[in-house]
C-alpha cells in the first residue's frame, strides 16, 4: 500500500463528521471569549471627561493624595495608568512619564489577552471547514469509483441511484466549508472591534496622563525637584 493509499483509507475511515463537532466546539469557546471581552472591555471604560474634571479639581487643590485615592478607586484603564504616574510624582514628571507608559503597556496586554484565538479562529476556521469538504469529496468519489460499470455497480436505476448518493455526499461536504465561514466570519467580527475598542481605551487615558504631567511640570523645576516655595 502506497502513502497515498493508506492516506485515503485513513480520512475515508475518520469521515468529516469530526471535522464540524470541531468547529462546533471552537464556535463554543469563541462564543464564550467574546462575551467575557465584551464584559471586561466594557467595565474598564467610564465617563474620563468626569474623572477628569474631579481629579483636576484635587491636583488643583494640592491634594495629590486624594486625586490617587479617586484614581485607584475607578475600573477605568485611564485611571490606572495615570494612577501609576501619580505614585512617583515626587521623583518628577519624567519618573512619572516613564511609569504611565509602562501601565500603560500592561493594560494593553491585559485588555488584548485571548484575542490572539479569535484572529487565529477566524484566520484558520475556513481551512479547517475546507478540509472537512475535501475528505467528504474524497468518500464521494470513492463511492462513484464502486458504482461505475465493472465494480459490481451495475447499470441503469442502480448505477443512477448510486449517483445521487454521490451528489448527496458532495453537498453534505460543502457543509463542512460552510460551518467554517459562519465560525469565521464572528470571529473575525469580534476581533476587530475589540482591536478598535482597545485603541480607543488606550488613547484615552492621554486626557489623564496630560493633565496628570501638567500639574506636575506646573510645581516641579527643570531638574524634577519640588521648587522652594
Aim: aromatic share 4%; hydrophobic share 50%.
Amino acid at each position: 500500500m502506497t502513502p497515498i493509499d493508506a492516506l485515503q483509507q485513513l480520512f475515508l475511515r475518520a469521515g468529516a463528521g469530526w471535522v464540524l463537532w470541531l468547529l462546533g466546539i471552537l464556535s463554543l469557546v469563541s462564543v464564550a471569549l467574546t462575551v467575557e471581552r465584551w464584559l471586561v472591555l466594557r467595565a474598564r471604560g467610564g465617563d474620563l471627561r468626569l474623572l477628569a474634571a474631579r481629579v483636576g479639581v484635587l491636583l488643583h487643590a494640592g491634594d495629590r493624595d486624594g486625586a490617587l485615592r479617586l484614581l485607584e478607586g475607578s475600573p477605568s484603564v485611564a485611571a490606572a495608568i495615570a494612577a501609576a504616574g501619580l505614585r512617583l510624582g515626587e521623583r518628577g514628571p519624567k519618573a512619572a512619564e516613564y511609569a504611565m507608559q509602562s501601565a500603560l503597556a500592561l493594560e494593553r496586554g491585559q485588555l488584548e489577552r485571548g484575542l490572539i484565538f479569535l484572529g487565529t479562529l477566524g484566520n484558520n476556521a475556513p481551512f479547517v471547514g475546507l478540509l472537512g469538504t475535501v475528505i467528504g469529496v474524497i468518500a464521494a468519489f470513492e463511492e462513484l469509483g464502486h458504482a461505475a460499470p465493472g465494480h459490481g455497480g451495475g447499470t441503469g436505476a442502480a448505477s443512477q441511484v448510486a449517483s445521487n448518493a454521490v451528489m448527496s455526499s458532495i453537498a453534505e461536504a460543502l457543509v463542512a466549508t460552510a460551518v467554517g465561514l459562519l465560525v469565521a466570519l464572528p470571529a473575525v467580527a469580534a476581533y476587530n472591534a475589540f482591536q478598535r475598542k482597545i485603541t480607543s481605551l488606550c488613547q484615552g487615558s492621554e486626557a489623564l496622563t496630560n493633565l496628570v504631567l501638567a500639574y506636575m511640570s506646573d510645581t516641579t523645576g527643570p531638574e524634577g525637584h519640588q521648587e522652594a516655595p
